[in-house]
């Protein structure tokens, strides 16, 4: 049963929904200049990248509808992305927002018996470009998102605060708080995201975001892209309000699309990346494994001293309504002089992978979110797309001196793991409003060390996510 | 007003319903965890689990094995938490002893706030008062002690006797007793308990950081460095056992607050602790705390050996604990400690007003009369009706008595003893004198 909060909610939702598929309505509302009269498909993508990147990937995407792409002819006039301003002609300012709900329903082996609602997002910001070479970004959260609001790490509200520098095509300059170039689906943006949660490899070992700079750009026909700098810190994914994570990192991901110049290539969209992080945790929890929607530890974090390795691969591949990514990464924690004598302990090594697909079944090209060739109640019911991802997040097994005397006992240091398959589906109702619903089925290697060890380990938790962006 | 205009407003209205909603997101429940632990009434714990794993938990009552189950307690109900047997020589499997993790399964469940209680079953103690009692007495003195109050236990809606709910020493204590920075997870303070293995006397054994690891077992922090974890309380020890005489007080001090443990240590001696401190098999049942100064702390803990004799005396065993010995040899920590046992003296007699007797004794009273009920109809109470009556009545008297004759030792021994001389042998008669003078 909901009850009245959720209830009240579940309206204002349907409200916001009505308003927004309503004519025009956001257009009107706002000030807005008049929508484009070229009829191009919006992309958006995939990776948070740059400003600057996206804004050459809308150019391209342009250009191809220009050359008379089906798909663009057959799409209508709709209104612009965001609410901007230009102050003066060189200078423009989008403005940006993301208000996401997350409703799950009952979970019986876990022993939750009722539904629960909670805000994922209310986020507001602004990006925008000045003098052609310059762009930045200032975003904030309202509140805590999931993962602060979990404790699943420690969230700032200040989201992305950058200013971006293009002194060459090869090389731009970025400084301010951003998410460290590590992980493909950790520097996707959420509304580009396929699924209501990103993948643990993500949301654990991928370091997420925090102080720094970064030299980036694109090499070679743009078939290479490059990203490479220093953060003060190794990520907010990496800490929680009560543990403060590494410092000093080092970050670099190198991307290569070997076809990007090949125009109508089967694997055009093709492309694979190697990135690497290093960092320093200085007698410091280090990280821990904890379910998908943060329900139970399977691992807990023990105490590390020294250098935090972390090596990822991703890659990802696009064609027509489908497609497919995967990601490995791999987290090495050293343990210097922690031992009885002084000795140093072997290293704590995790590691995470996931192989995840999408399909459009109303037909839209995939390029990150799916733009709706029709939106719902103006001639057609926006677009819907399956998605699948199988995964895996697993703790090596950690040895410690004081297991000899109990403290803890083995049983809680030996290698545990999450397995997860979460399968989706995806309902862009306009530009603005996406529906999605998971079910994420997940098993821990020790039920004991599981939210639902009566059901040896293994639950199914499922989940919708009402999102709403401009 | 036309409909376009309203839904020109929408953006703001929708701003405004937001709003509203940040304002009441973060209302939590204002639940009292001092109405669990209000030892004025009898409380109902009910536990649902399935009848196999309760089974098993009693046939393998010696091991730590977890199963999850649900917890109601005054029509609050917390589900999916984990049980196991627990305790040390009271441990069994005909009534165990039962350690509740609200987290162990679901990492952010909490109950009235609380991680963790424990339902101790005294089995090693016919009234089920003599712990509870203590820790209130301590509690009384100002040093921190663990809440406690009585319990009827039902698991699966069968009664299965009658226990007493513990607070558990965890973070959730060290936040309540020292505030929230000792009882940060990475950056808190060290708590251990002491595992008894032989007696030991705070002897110090050697430079290696083995031997203490045995010893204390890490409560929190418990995967971080061995130096950081122990080499403080290897010196510690060290300097315990090899500072020079004239220098002790000074050198301890660095490492541990002397007064509040002479205080700690009056408390014992004046409840008569048998297994504490100064136990009869060495040091037990307390955990040490160490702060993120570097200072320790003695937390006291499984005081069911309390209220043992009442004609022990104030000075018994205190030779045979190092810290304690060579504490004693400082004038100002042995006036501590008697200042201590005049403090609880007072305590202990203190009158209600409209009851003359001591608290002490109303107090034993009162938690015998609440607990009889229960214990009439515990399944599993390992004694008879009439041993725990008896021993009620031993306990009254303990109450009513103690305070003159620990009144009469400390009188001689500000008047100065022989070293060595026992301050309770010239005291006996008193509490003869005192049993004429009770109801």
């Known amino acids: 049963m909901l009850d009245s909060r959720t209830r009240r909610r579940a309206i204002c939702w349907i409200a916001v929904t009505a308003l927004l598929l309503g004519p025009d309505a956001l257009a009107q509302t706002t000030s807005l200049p008049p929508p484009p009269q070229e009829a191009a498909p919006e992309s958006h993508p995939p990776t948070k990248a740059t400003a600057t990147d996206a804004k050459k990937k809308k150019k391209k995407t342009k250009k191809k509808g220009a050359s008379g792409d089906s798909e663009t002819s057959e799409t209508k006039a709709k209104p612009p992305k965001h609410p901007s301003w230009s102050p003066v002609p060189a200078i423009k300012i989008d403005f940006k927002a993301r208000l996401e709900t997350e409703i799950r329903s009952a979970t019986p082996a876990l ?149 990007a110049s090949l125009a109508n290539h089967a694997f055009g969209s093709l492309e694979a990346a190697v990135a690497v ?90 390029h990150g979110r799916l733009e709706p060739r029709n939106d719902l109640l103006r001639g057609g019911i926006g677009a819907v797309e399956l998605a699948a991802r199988v995964e895996e997040l697993r703790f090596e097994t950690a040895t410690y001196p004081g297991s000899a005397f109990g403290f803890p006992t083995e049983a809680a240091l030996s290698g545990n793991a999450d397995h997860v398959v979460t399968l989706g589906i995806n309902w862009y109702l306009n530009h603005y409003v996406k529906l999605q619903g998971n079910l994420v089925r997940e098993w821990i290697d020790d039920p004991e060390r599981s939210p639902a060890p009566a059901a040896g380990g293994r639950f199914l938790s499922p989940v919708l996510l009402l999102q709403f962006h401009f | 007003m036309s409909a376009r205009r309203w839904i020109g407003r929408g953006p703001r209205l929708l701003l405004g319903v937001m709003a509203v909603w940040c304002a009441s997101a973060g209302i939590a429940l204002a639940q009292d965890q001092d109405a669990f632990f209000n030892d004025a009434v009898l409380q109902d714990v009910r ?26 307690w005054n029509g609050v109900t917390v589900r999916n938490v984990g049980i196991r047997s627990r305790g040390g020589s009271t441990r069994n499997g005909i009534k165990p002893g039962l350690r509740v993790d609200v987290n162990r399964y679901l990492t952010d469940q909490e109950f009235l706030g609380l991680k963790a209680f424990s339902l101790d079953n005294m089995f090693s103690d016919s009234t089920l008062v003599r712990e509870p009692a203590t820790m209130k007495m301590f509690e009384r003195m100002q040093l921190p002690a663990v809440r406690e109050a009585h319990a009827r236990l039902f698991v699966n809606n069968e009664y299965v006797g009658a226990y007493v709910i513990l607070e ?6 060290i936040e309540r007793h020292f505030g929230a920075e000792e009882a940060q997870v990475e950056r808190g303070g060290y708590l251990f ?215 009469c030792q400390v009188a001689q021994m500000e008047q100065g003893l022989e070293e060595g001389a026992d301050p309770a042998a010239a005291c006996r008669g008193v509490i003869e004198l005192a049993s004429r003078r009770s109801p």
């Open chain 1, 111 to 259: 022993g939750l018996d009722d539904t629960q609602v909670a805000w994922q997002d209310r986020r507001v910001g602004i990006e925008g470009t000045a003098f052609k070479r310059v762009s930045f970004e200032i975003s904030r959260e309202l509140s805590d998102d999931f993962e602060a609001a979990h404790d699943l790490s420690d969230k700032s509200a200040w989201k992305d605060t950058y200013v971006d520098v293009r002194v060459t095509r090869a090389l731009n300059l970025e400084a301010g708080r951003f998410k460290l170039p590590f992980g493909r689906e950790e520097t996707t943006g959420e509304t580009n995201l396929d699924f209501v949660h990103r993948s643990l490899a993500a949301r654990v070992l991928s370091p997420g975001r925090d102080v720094g700079i970064m030299a980036h750009g694109r090499l070679f026909d743009r078939r290479v892209r490059y990203e490479a700098g220093y953060f003060t810190r190794d990520g907010d994914n990496g800490r929680t309000s009560q543990t403060q994570g590494g410092e000093d990192a080092l970050v670099a991901r190198l991307e290569v699309a070997p076809f």
């Open chain 1, 277 to 366: 992080a290093t960092s320093q945790v200085d007698n410091r929890l280090g990280l821990r494994g904890r379910t998908v929607l943060g329900d139970g530890i399977f691992f807990d974090r023990v105490y590390v001293n020294g250098q935090r390795r972390r090596i990822g691969f991703d890659a990802a591949w696009e064609k027509g309504p489908g497609s497919v990514s995967a990601e490995y990464i791999t987290v090495s924690d050293d343990r210097t002089d922690m031992g009885f004598d002084g000795d140093d302990l072997p290293s704590v090594g995790t590691k995470a992978w996931y192989v995840a697909g999408t399909w459009a079944l109303t037909g839209e090209r995939k």
């Open chain 2, 47 to 72: 536990i649902v689990m399935s009848s196999r794993d309760w089974q098993t938990l009693k046939a393998r009552a010696a091991e730590n094995t977890y199963y999850p189950a649900d917890l109601t």
């Open chain 2, 168 to 173: 558990a020493i965890d973070r959730t204590f």
């Open chain 2, 193 to 407: 308990e002491y595992e008894w293995a032989a007696p030991y006397f705070l002897d110090y054994l050697g430079s290696g950081l083995e031997p203490y690891a045995a010893l204390f077992k890490p409560q929190t922090r418990a995967t971080d460095s061995i130096v950081n974890l122990y080499a403080p309380l290897e010196e510690m020890i060290r300097t315990i056992n090899e500072s020079a005489d004239d220098d002790f007080a000074a050198a301890v001090g660095k490492h541990l607050d002397l007064n509040l443990f002479m205080k700690y240590l009056a408390v014992e001696s004046f409840m008569d602790e048998s297994d504490g401190i100064v136990g009869a098999e060495g040091m037990n049942n307390f955990d040490l705390y160490r702060f993120r100064n570097g200072l320790s702390q003695f937390l006291p803990k499984d005081k069911d050996g309390s209220l043992a004799s009442l004609d022990d005396s104030i000075t018994v065993r205190l030779d045979t604990n190092v810290l304690v010995r060579r504490a004693m040899k400082v004038p100002a920590l042995r006036e501590a400690y008697l200042s201590a046992l005049r403090q609880c003296i007072a305590l202990a007699g203190e009158p209600a007003p409209d009851d003359q007797r001591g608290w002490l004794e109303r107090e034993v009273e009162r938690q015998t009369t609440l607990v009889t009920p229960a214990i009439a109809d515990d399944p599993v109470f390992p004694y008879s009706i009439d041993d725990f009556l008896g021993t009620a009545d031993l306990l009254i008297v303990f109450a009513q008595r103690r305070g003159a004759f620990v009144d």
